[in-house]
């Protein structure tokens, strides 16, 4: 093999004499010295000053990323792949280099013949993109491959489909410590992910595509993180290589945007919403939602909103109650009002085919066309049938939507809404003109046009989405332990992808499952104290067993911590509202991985179960039956709230006791926010 190096000699001497990039979020190279390619050692290596790219001469092409001389991450088997007639090829030798014009152009062969490899590399400060094509054969995907190893823990993705349950009962923290499969990973998906994933060694990894992927890390415990966009077109990533994750996450924000503003009120921060869901599922009428609002307000379970979820309608789409279970909805939303709650209704843009409003929005071209015949509309099967989708992308369907939302809530009395399902589904065709991204922000537009009570929607993957600050609420969970504990690590993955304004699924879980036992239901509702939002269904006092219709009733201790946890959220308040200012300044999340705000601190990249909430408060709550726990404070002088003695970090407090009123807090005595947080927690 020859690497024609010596040919291109001239263009590197003069390239090394000039700035060759312009500036971006972090500065521009060094005027002086600037990034530069050189040959040695078997290897052509791309120096940008704060690391390096390495790339071997001999052997399948790979790509090896350094900083401070330690490498950050490599490429793993078959590192760039592309699929051709059905058959997976790979990159194979390097057969050639360039630089020119702040650019390392590389020439592969591969294992399909006549095609080869084209990649190009172009390095800025604290990053390089790194775009490929196939040539010479036609290819429907594009992959890169990575070993995971190489860059340590991997952190990221969003809501992680996984053979284990998830993104329902179980959420990989890190990812590499489980298995993640997740094809149709999708800006049309209906779970929150983002085409990004950050390390412990601090690099970090962004598809910037708009093409469905499929994704996996450590599927079949094979330690590679495999990341294909179904795409013959261009690959398009950026590769971080940053001094910490957070910084590799403040980056990432600096491309796709961070939060404008936050689309929920302080009340909303500060009290929960209370929704019907969980507690009745679909089996529910005007009676019960009133005594579950009575319910709550006699036993003193504070709330901004009473929230009534699916199964209203007379069919879904009509945007009209059944007259059966709803006699009289205008006097339900004004008993719900006096007693101190605002009303909000669930609603989506899908229609049922045996909705009246079906075939007038197919008559009115208001409805998404199908992919595989534009001449006629999609439909799409979900939970409640098969539907068709209101195109937001048609100013007019638009319009007649909007008119049916506001008739209903002014006839109602209804304050806000939580939006469900999708905006666009990939069975369908974007209109003319539009991709699928595009829904993303035509939804993110519909949406911020009302008060949505803290329940939030489920937009990302992209600018608009990142802007809006809205808040983020999971998909559903069981109502088991391991649910809790997804509940918690899915928060965590959320928050560290873009979506700062979290809160876990209703508070002991939402999945049509049996109800949570005492234990679970009293577990989370403490950790969701620490947390940005509380968003609660199940009622401590009673609920209904989905699975056999029979009323389950809790105990008074059950309610009396409950309310506690409500309490203990709402006069950290202030706190928390000091986050929410602070990260519309910086972008940061609030509810964070303990290695954000402790990068050196190694233990803390495996921790599972603790978070910081802002920079000064350690949450550390009880997520087992257990009756304690161990609990590791990184470095610093903590103030243990529940014992009130300060503890010196690093160390692991080792079986703390914890029965069921207690749950662990510490306050970092020298981090900002610190008082405000000891007055509210003392």
């Not at 093999?1 to 001239?10: H, K, Q, V």
């Not at 999708?186 to 595509?209: C, E, H, K, N, R």
Request: proline fraction near 7%; hydrophobic fraction near 35%; glycine fraction near 8%.
């Amino acid at each position: 093999m020859r690497i024609p190096s010596r040919t291109f000699g001239p263009l590197l001497t003069a390239a090394l004499a000039v700035a060759l990039l312009p500036a971006t979020a972090h500065g521009s190279p060094d005027p002086d010295t600037g990034p530069a390619v050189h040959e040695s050692g078997g290897r052509v290596v791309l120096d940008a000053g704060d690391y390096t790219v390495s790339v071997p001469t001999k052997g399948d092409l790979s790509l090896s990323t350094a900083r401070s001389g330690r490498t950050v991450l490599s490429t793993g088997a078959d590192a760039l792949r592309f699929r051709s007639g059905g058959t997976w090829q790979h990159a194979t030798g390097l057969t050639g280099w360039r630089w020119q014009d702040g650019v390392l152009t590389l020439t592969a062969d591969t294992t399909a013949p006549g095609a080869r490899i084209e990649a190009r590399l172009t390095p800025a400060a604290d990053r390089y993109r790194l775009d490929w094509d196939v040539r010479g054969a036609a290819a429907d995907r594009l992959g890169l491959t990575y070993d995971l190893a190489s860059a340590g823990h991997w952190y990221g993705h969003g809501e992680t489909s996984t053979p284990s349950g998830g993104p329902y009962t179980d959420q990989p923290w890190p990812l590499d410590a489980g298995q993640v499969v997740h094809p149709g990973f999708s800006p049309a998906s209906y779970q929150m992910i983002d085409p990004f994933w950050y390390t412990q060694s601090a690099a970090g990894l962004y598809v910037d595509t708009g093409d469905p992927m499929d994704v996996s890390l450590n599927a079949g415990h094979d330690g590679l993180g495999r990341f294909t966009v179904n795409s013959g077109d261009t690959y398009r990533a950026t590769v971080f290589v940053e001094d910490t994750p957070r910084d590799v996450y403040r980056d990432y924000v600096g491309i796709v945007g961070k939060p404008l503003k936050s689309d929920a009120t302080d009340a909303q921060y500060a009290k929960p919403l209370w929704n019907s869901w969980a507690q009745f599922y679909t089996h529910v009428d005007q009676q019960k939602v009133l005594d579950y609002a009575r319910d709550l307000h006699d036993n003193g379970l504070d709330g901004h909103t009473v929230q009534l979820d699916d199964k209203w309608e007379s069919n879904y789409g009509n945007m009209t109650f059944d007259p059966k279970a709803y006699p009289d909805p205008r006097a339900m939303s004004d008993t719900i009002h006096d007693l101190g709650y605002d009303f909000g209704l669930w609603v989506t843009l899908w229609i049922n085919l045996d909705s009246a409003n079906y075939r007038y929005a197919a008559d009115h071209d208001y409805l998404l066309h199908d992919a595989a015949d534009p001449a006629k509309p999609c439909t799409v099967t979900w939970w409640n049938g098969t539907a068709g989708i209101v195109d937001l992308a048609n100013p007019e369907a638009k319009a007649w939507y909007q008119g049916n939302l506001k008739k209903l809530m002014d006839t109602y009395r209804v304050d806000g809404l939580k939006f469900d399902t999708r905006f666009f589904d990939d069975r369908c065709a974007p209109r003319a003109g539009h991709t699928r991204t595009d829904y993303q922000r035509l939804g993110t537009e519909l949406a911020d046009s009302y008060d949505l009570q803290g329940a939030g929607i489920r937009v990302h993957w992209g600018r608009p989405a990142h802007e809006a600050g809205f808040v983020t609420r999971q998909i559903d969970k069981g109502t088991g332990w391991n649910s809790l504990r997804a509940a918690v690590s899915q928060n965590l993955a959320l928050s560290t992808i873009g979506y700062p304004f979290v809160e876990t699924d209703m508070i002991g879980g939402s999945s049509s499952e049996p109800p949570p036992s005492k234990e679970v239901l009293v577990r989370w509702a403490q950790a969701a104290a620490y947390m940005p939002l509380m968003y609660s269904s199940t009622s401590p006092v009673d609920t209904i067993d989905a699975t056999t219709g029979r009323t389950v009733d809790y105990d008074q201790q059950t309610v009396d911590l409950y309310r506690a946890a409500i309490a203990r959220h709402e006069r950290l308040a202030p706190y928390i509202q000091d986050q929410v200012r602070q990260t519309l300044r910086t972008g940061d999340p609030i509810m964070r991985p303990l290695f954000f705000d402790f990068p050196r601190d190694g233990a803390s990249y495996t921790v599972t179960d603790e978070w910081m909430l802002g920079p000064a408060v350690l949450a550390a709550p009880n997520l087992t039956a257990s009756a304690a726990r161990d609990i590791h404070l990184p470095a610093g002088t903590w103030y243990d709230v529940r014992r009130g003695r300060a503890v010196k970090g690093p160390v692991t407090l080792r079986a703390y006791a914890t029965p069921l009123d207690v749950t662990p807090v510490f306050v970092n005595l020298r981090a900002p926010g610190a008082a405000k947080a000891l007055a509210a927690l003392r």
